[in-house]
């Protein structure tokens, strides 16, 4: 399978693109100073302890305070808020805990008012981002991901992904851990980390171990919650740590510094595949490679399929609901139930990889078209789960039930992926009335007179609508944007994004900076 990696820069933050075969899979938005994601880990302090819920409120500085429930306290928290006062305090005066004395587990059913108090000042990891109302979830058995390796702090235990099936690899590599992790430390060997070098893995553990020793530091001088004391990777450079793989073909970036970046990074996690990254000059990579068009038509309420069967995907607060459509499917089957079977599974495909572009999580009901043999429902129970075996996020999936439909459980880690495909008419707002075509024109050359008479710039970018774009093109020798370019006496390029609504456009200097008019 071919991977790419598009890493399109805009003044907004990043966005990133995983295409399998040129074909959409995953898409992901980096904001400009994004606070509050997955791996970020707090000084936080208890605002409320809720007995009823056997779970605390606890202030990192969100806007809403977050959750954390007893579940999620892990077993050696004790140890843990023991470390956290003893780096507070002063006591702790190095980061490694081969001398620290681990205290006992606590109890897997205990309560929650017999650990945390309010107003007590806690380590805490932000396990799923603020969704919706909802401020962070966290959790306090706090985990250091690498590339290859987990580091889990006050454990000694080593795991091993159950991906690596070999008994022999699995043997190497627990012993290899064994010889080179530090004391109190604890290990979980990623898949990646199958048939690597020595020389690798205890690179990736030095890293991890490095980001703890600087963990200690920022708690050090913390002193006062809420604080931030490690912050997660990038989105860009955590999703290249977890993905990475001999299949990616390339990666594309459109900011040279960026690609700096992340040549630097991949220097450092694979060597071999440094080649890979290329900087491409364009202002929109999305738009050049063809991404907005498939993220248009995949993140509608109707999704449509080539053979003509369709999507129709509702979302609600607690669940999402998905409804399965023949359409006007072609393919010569004449027989209703394997009609029925082959929509039934080109529509599985489909989901699977709509469920992680999307990143849909908690309750999913999905409303098959019926199937009278259990044979057929068997198939596409299992067509379900192999699409799906690649998916990251933890999941379920139960067999149909009688009326044929399926319910997924998938882990929820952030909010939803909404964008919206439909189109407000920019003229009117909504309402009905629309100005004129023809005026538009009018719009963009009264401010292009504008921009020409401050005399500042001598090179403009116009960027429009493809529909525009033709519309000024039109003609060529006696066209609109020929006739500008002479009255005005500038450099005028005119540039089309899909993305934009209608009658939107936008004015870019030299520098590539928006002029406002």
């Not at 779970?55 to 306290?73: K, S, T």
């Not at 893995?201 to 920022?218: C, G, I």
């Not at 067999?399 to 407000?424: A, C, H, L, N, Y």
């Not at 519309?471 to 540039?495: A, H, Q, V």
């Amino acid at each position: 399978m071919n991977v790419e990696l598009v890493i399109n820069s805009t003044k907004d933050g990043v966005e990133i693109a995983l295409l399998q075969d040129k074909v959409l899979s995953e898409l992901h938005k980096e904001h400009a100073n994004q606070e509050y994601a997955v791996g970020d880990l707090y000084l936080g302090k208890v605002r409320k302890v809720l007995p009823s819920l056997n779970a605390a409120f606890v202030d990192v500085g969100y806007e809403r305070d977050a959750f954390l429930h007893y579940l999620d306290l892990g077993p050696q928290f004790g140890s843990m808020k023991l470390y956290t006062k003893r780096v507070l305090t002063g006591k702790q005066t190095s980061p490694s805990l081969s001398d620290f004395r681990n205290l006992p587990d606590i109890d897997k059913g205990g309560k929650i008012k017999d650990q945390v108090a309010s107003s007590q000042q806690i380590l805490v990891q932000v396990a799923k981002e603020p969704i919706s109302a909802k401020g962070p979830r966290l959790t306090t058995e706090i985990t250091l991901p690498g590339r290859f390796i987990v580091l889990v702090p006050f454990s000694n235990k080593i795991s091993l992904s159950q991906r690596i099936s070999s008994e022999e690899e699995r043997t190497r590599l627990r012993r290899l851990m064994q010889s080179i992790k530090p004391p109190n430390f604890g290990v979980i060997v990623r898949t990646v980390a199958e048939n690597k070098g020595a020389a690798e893995l205890h690179s990736d553990l030095s890293d991890q171990v490095a980001r703890w020793d600087k963990l200690y530091e920022n708690l050090k001088v913390a002193k006062k919650a809420p604080k931030r004391v490690l912050g997660e990777l990038g989105k860009t450079n955590a999703l290249l740590r977890d993905i990475l793989s001999p299949n990616f073909e390339a990666i594309h970036v459109n900011d040279e510094g960026l690609a700096e970046e992340i040549k630097t990074y991949i220097r450092g996690i694979a060597p071999d595949k440094e080649g890979v990254v290329k900087y491409v000059k364009a202002n929109d990579l999305f738009e050049n490679l063809g991404i907005h068009k498939q993220i248009k038509a995949t993140f509608g309420k109707q999704v449509n399929l080539k053979s003509g069967a369709y999507l129709i995907i509702e979302h609600t607060e607690a669940m999402h609901v998905i409804d399965v459509n023949s359409g006007g499917r072609k393919g010569g089957v004449k027989n209703q139930e394997e009609n029925a079977l082959a929509t039934n599974l080109e529509c599985a495909e489909e989901i699977a990889r709509i469920l992680r572009l999307r990143d849909m999580g908690g309750i999913i009901a999905i409303d098959f078209i019926d199937m009278g043999d259990r044979a057929n429902q068997k198939k596409l129970h299992e067509a379900l789960k192999n699409a799906m075996k690649d998916d990251k996020a933890k999941h379920n999936i139960l067999p149909p039930s009688r009326f044929g439909v399926v319910e997924i459980t998938r882990q929820r880690v952030r909010e939803v992926t909404d964008i919206k495909t439909s189109e407000k008419c920019p003229s009117c707002d909504g309402k009905g009335v629309v100005q004129a075509p023809i005026l538009f024109t009018d719009t963009l050359e009264n401010n292009l007179r504008y921009i020409s008479d401050e005399g500042k710039q001598k090179e403009i970018r116009l960027l429009v609508h493809p529909m525009v774009e033709a519309y000024l093109k039109k003609g060529w020798l006696n066209s609109t944007i020929r006739k500008w370019k002479k009255n005005f006496n500038m450099k005028l390029t005119l540039e089309a994004n899909s993305s934009l609504q209608f009658l939107e456009y936008h004015f870019y200097d030299e520098a590539g900076e928006e002029v406002v008019i």
